[in-house]
């Protein structure tokens, strides 16, 4: 498919040559009728190599490893698609890598022999990120929790965090979302162990639902409300900001009620109209240890934003991504951006990337992000945002309608214009009535 063909051409690009997989992914893979692996349209000639601890030999006692010097070198390529469907590789220097663990360690307080229970993918991003480079930095115990596993059971990582008095857990609102689903299932666990329930996509407008429900059922069960910590993250900046857990004099955690009318204008304006024509949202802590950031407006110049208007987010940081893998001109316009003030001149000489992030900085510099500018749909010279657009036919009750995961908000190029459509699927059982009422509500 057109997504296999574009991460081959990323492999390609960033000259791999090399595949580590499990026996059971090989087995699985097409095969030519000598046996051999298939050549994938449009990926380059790979060898194959099992990492499973039955195929891999044992080092000899006096091993060493060989420990290089964190330069500016590339350390790893990390993989992004972009709503148009093309991948690129956000490269990740040794510096950047050593320098982004060190600032997550400091933020979150990490010590050694934590337990940490990770439900995320460990391959990529925040998993990645916290679940393996931050815990071997820090000495912590790491038990992840594969998808295959939450898939059949989902109180399975709160499972993990009871039985070994896990200290951190990192999730996502689906996983938070399952777990109370479940929860009727198993009475007898307690979460009073953990100081941070670390939300991965905390950033995300509806997020904050998740969060107070989560809550809700699980405060019987020992979860303190200020262990709770969204985070913001992208490829480029990797980690934006984070909520600090329970440092001592810290600001409490914040909400936002926006109006959405104001949003569409790119202003911050606290709502006064009806509930469903507005956008909660939580702050995701403060910038990370080391960092700078301000807001810029998404479109032209990178101008800075007034205190009251809704911007990009950009950092500067010796934590975040480098460069676009051989994409120079790409990489110029994200990772070198220099902020200009409302005359047009440069405010200093340090460069910053865009995060990709729309937000902006609210009282006790703590920062929201209200959705991404992939999810930018501008209508009639109006701005929309397709996380916000989810969020609010969320906030009209859908439960017993459609399915809450599955709703989907794109736009469509009508006469020079973008109309947007909002496509959810109808549960089996809703009548045509309470759903055509639900429809109407989400469109006033």
């Given amino acids: 498919d057109a997504g296999s063909s574009q991460v081959g051409f990323l492999l390609g690009s960033c000259g791999v040559s090399l595949a580590l997989t499990s026996e059971i992914c090989l087995k699985g893979l097409p095969k030519t009728p000598t046996g051999e692996i298939l050549q994938f349209k449009g990926w380059p000639r790979l060898k194959w190599v099992i990492t499973d601890s039955k195929y891999l030999t044992k080092p000899s006692k006096d091993w060493q490893p060989h420990i290089p010097t964190a330069n500016t070198d590339t350390a790893y390529i990390e993989y992004k698609a972009s709503k148009e469907g093309t991948v690129v590789g956000v490269a990740v220097s040794k510096i950047a890598m050593l320098t982004h663990c060190q600032a997550l360690s400091q933020a979150c307080s990490y010590c ?16 990645l990120w916290h679940g393996v480079l931050t815990s071997v930095m820090n000495r912590i115990h790491t038990i992840s929790v594969p998808y295959a596993v939450m898939k059949a059971c989902p109180l399975s990582w709160v499972q993990r965090v009871h039985i070994h008095k896990a200290r951190v857990a990192l999730v996502k609102c689906r996983d938070l979302h399952w777990a109370m689903m479940a929860h009727k299932e198993q009475r007898d666990i307690s979460l009073s162990s953990l100081r941070m329930l670390i939300v991965a996509d905390g950033a ?35 980690t934006v900001a984070i909520r600090r857990p329970g440092v001592s004099g810290a600001p409490l955690p914040a909400r936002a009620v926006l109006s959405m009318t104001g949003l569409s204008h790119g202003v911050i304006r606290v709502n006064t109209e009806d509930k469903n024509s507005a956008l909660t949202v939580q702050d995701v802590g403060h910038v990370m240890p080391g960092a700078l950031m301000c807001i810029v407006k998404p479109d032209g110049p990178p101008m800075l934003c007034k ?7 950009v950092v500067n940081s010796r934590a975040g991504g480098t460069l676009y893998y051989g994409l120079l001109g790409v990489t110029k316009n994200t990772f070198e951006v220099i902020p200009v003030n409302a005359g047009g001149a440069p405010i200093g000489e340090i460069p910053f990337v865009r995060s990709g992030l729309l937000g902006f900085v609210g009282p006790g510099s703590l920062i929201f992000v209200v959705g991404k500018i992939e999810g930018l749909l501008t209508v009639s010279r109006r701005r929309h945002n397709a996380d916000d ?16 995961g599955r709703i989907a908000v794109f736009s469509v190029t009508v006469f020079y214009d973008e109309r947007i459509v909002i496509v959810a699927e109808q549960r089996p059982d809703a009548s045509e009535e309470d759903s055509f009422q639900w429809m109407s509500r989400v469109l006033q």
């Fill in 204 to 238: 995300n407008p509806w997020s904050v639902s998740s969060c107070d429900a989560f809550l809700n059922v699980f405060q019987t069960h020992g979860l303190k409300p200020e262990v709770i910590c969204p985070c913001a993250t992208s490829p480029e900046a990797m």
């Fill in 389 to 404: 657009l989810v969020a609010t036919a969320l906030a009209v009750e859908p439960v017993k309608t459609v399915y809450r």
């Fill in 307 to 313: 205190t009251d208007e809704i911007g990009e987010i």
């Fill in 112 to 127: 050694e022999g934590e337990t940490l229970v990770n439900v995320l993918d460990f391959k990529k991003d925040m998993g």
